[in-house]
């Protein structure tokens, strides 16, 4: 019903940028993004909804990351800047009904794209 596909991951020294995209083939209500790093827990990351244009953030990201939405594309970016070490791992597109949140992700999910930053 709903495919989810990220682009952008890659390697960046600490204090760079990277832009992840997700591009939602079917409708969906809200859009967020998880990452998981090796040996740990999947952590929330940001979410949004398409109709209201609203926003979450994290506290470890909300100062650095960007999360919008162009719904004509149907596309959602995360923009990262001021990359940290902590912030390696796979990072997964996310989607649902509601609101992509920490203990309550979407119910879809993308493959996921790796992200590395190097100190």
């Known amino acids: 019903q709903v495919q989810l596909v990220e682009t952008g991951g890659g390697e960046v020294q600490a204090g760079g940028s990277l832009r992840l995209s997700c591009a939602a083939s079917?409708?969906?209500?809200?859009m967020g993004w998880f990452r998981q790093a090796p040996g740990k827990e999947r952590e929330f990351v940001g979410s949004?909804?398409?109709?209201?244009?609203?926003?979450l953030l994290a506290n470890p990201v909300k100062d650095r990351f960007t999360i919008s939405a162009d719904n004509a594309k149907s596309m959602m970016s995360l923009d990262m800047n001021s990359l940290k070490p902590e912030d390696t791992g796979v990072y997964y597109c996310?989607?649902?009904?509601?609101?992509?949140?920490?203990?309550?992700?979407?119910?879809?999910w993308g493959q996921g794209t790796q992200v590395t930053v190097s100190s």
């Open positions: 996310n989607a649902g009904p509601w609101l992509p949140q920490a203990t309550r992700p979407g119910n879809y």
């Open positions: 949004m909804t398409w109709s209201e244009e609203t926003t």
């Open positions: 079917g409708s969906t209500y809200a």
